[in-house]
């Protein structure tokens, strides 16, 4: 007995980050992927009753590319196109890069769309993977470079004083101890994650989320609200708990320094949130599956001189601020194969964490 059309399923497609589907030259639609399905946010059962062209704001250059494709005029066509998010109304539709081609069979026509914002995500975190490997390397050599001499200034400043009778002169050396110390404290950050091997064990990212939550809250115990938003599905992976406790708490100091005002006024607020999601690229590599963590706070946003900046090391949106932080929480997600991104509007900062799951 012969499969119905409209049953067809391709197992194949599922594992593809691209959304695609199986149509006919008129747009009837045979068969689409898991991805297709989700940004969608309709049932497979329900695109598949569907037409291709309804769901485009403009149907006529994929109507003009399956005529052109199923009648071989052209092996494959692309165009860029919004697609209409049928099952959220009020939502933009989304920009999307069409790729039409032909398949084994003339009634049957393959389209592929790719999220135009999608692209542009991998090819961000393609750039700012190899800045951070340069940012290491580069902080790992400058290290390096200020240690030596801040030995031997501090050591001579201790010779100094021990000659030294008067006490204004003595202060002196004293403040150059003390400088230099503040320097070799900070030396000892740009090069401590390179020094400590990851110490690797089961992680529940929920218990990450709690300790970080308890931090703060005992620092802030009035006008500022940790709001906690988990998906208990989550699965326990391979982790080093302590980083990703570290890299947690760094976002969340940053997002408690700006919320400073919002604070006193006592409405502030950071929301810890987690989401697993399917069939995600990080890295250039695909995953079945991984955390989302989001930290959101409610305070006036990145200031825009640095927004493409804050992962630089010694890059601070703030007076007194090393611009350690978030180098550091880079560094720790890195680490994990996950990768981190910041979106900002004043009032809403949000930094997402990517990280893959077994």
């Avoid at 969608?40 to 399956?66: A, F, H, I, V, Y």
């Avoid at 135009?116 to 951070?132: H, Y």
């Avoid at 031997?152 to 110390?181: H, K, N, S, W």
């Amino acid at each position: 007995m012969n499969t119905p059309e409209t049953a067809l399923t391709y197992p194949e497609l599922d594992l593809l980050a691209t959304m695609v589907a199986i149509v006919r030259p008129d747009g009837q639609c045979l068969s689409v992927n898991t991805s297709f399905e989700g940004t969608m946010g309709l049932s497979r059962r329900s695109l598949q009753r569907g037409n291709l062209l309804d769901w485009l704001t403009d149907p006529k250059p994929l109507r003009e590319t399956l005529r052109a494709v199923s009648a071989n005029e052209v092996a494959t066509g692309r165009f860029d196109a919004h697609l209409k998010l049928m099952a959220l109304a009020k939502t933009e539709p989304l920009p999307v890069h069409v790729i039409v081609n032909q398949s084994d069979r003339s009634d049957r026509v393959i389209v592929e769309m790719i999220e135009i914002r999608q692209q542009i995500r991998l090819d961000r975190e393609e750039r700012a993977l190899g800045q951070a490997q340069a940012n290491k390397e580069l902080m790992r050599n400058l290290a390096h470079e200020i240690k030596n001499p801040l030995g031997g200034i501090r050591g001579a400043a201790q010779l100094l004083a021990m000659d030294i009778v008067a006490p204004e002169l003595l202060e002196y050396t004293q403040v150059i101890i003390g400088e230099a110390d503040r320097l070799q404290a900070l030396v000892d950050r740009l090069l401590a994650p390179h020094r400590r091997p990851p110490v690797v064990s089961d992680v529940n990212i929920h218990e990450v989320c709690e300790r970080v939550r308890a931090l703060v809250q005992a620092e802030f115990p009035r006008g500022l609200e940790v709001e906690r938003d988990y998906d208990a599905s989550i699965p326990e992976f391979r982790g080093d708990r302590e980083q990703l406790i570290q890299a947690v708490l760094n976002i969340v100091h940053n997002a408690t320094q700006a919320l400073a005002e919002r604070i006193a006024q006592g409405d502030a607020k950071v929301v810890l949130r987690t989401r697993v999601v399917r069939q995600v690229t990080v890295g250039r590599q695909r995953y079945r599956l991984a955390l989302e963590l989001h930290i959101q706070d409610n305070g006036p946003g990145v200031p825009e001189s640095i927004r493409d900046r804050i992962f630089q090391p010694l890059v601070s949106g703030r007076d007194g601020g090393t611009g350690l932080g978030l180098t550091l929480a880079q560094t720790f997600v890195q680490q994990h194969q996950g990768t981190i991104s910041c979106d900002s509007v004043p009032g809403c900062t949000l930094f997402k964490i990517v990280i893959p799951l077994p």
